[in-house]
C-alpha cells in the first residue's frame, strides 16, 4: 500500500522550530517533522506559529510528495525533512 496523508492535522513545535504531521501506510502511522527553515524564507524575522502553519497549507502538496519519496527510500516510522529533501 502506497503512503497516504488523510489526516490534515499539523502542529508547531516552538522550541524546535519544526511542523509535524503524520502519513499512514495501511494501519502503519509515520510520523514526519519539517523544519521551519523550509516553510519560512525569511529566518531572521523569528519563526511564528501562525505564518509557518500558514506556510506548510500552502506548501502541502509540495510537502508530502517530499514525504511520500523519502518513506519510499527507506520504510521508517519516522522523518525529518530538511531543506535538502527540497532541493
Not at 50 to 68: Q, S
Amino acid at each position: 500500500m502506497a503512503l497516504q496523508f488523510p489526516n490534515r492535522s499539523r502542529s508547531f513545535d516552538d522550541v524546535k522550530h519544526t511542523v509535524r504531521f503524520h502519513g499512514y501506510d495501511g494501519m502503519f502511522e509515520v510520523r514526519f517533522i519539517v523544519e521551519a527553515a523550509v516553510l519560512m524564507k525569511m529566518p531572521d524575522r523569528g519563526f511564528v506559529e501562525a505564518d509557518c502553519l500558514d506556510a506548510f497549507d500552502r506548501l502541502r502538496p509540495t510537502i508530502e510528495d517530499v514525504a511520500a519519496k523519502a518513506y519510499k527510500r527507506n520504510r521508517r516510522s519516522s522523518f525529518t525533512l530538511t531543506v535538502d529533501d527540497f532541493t
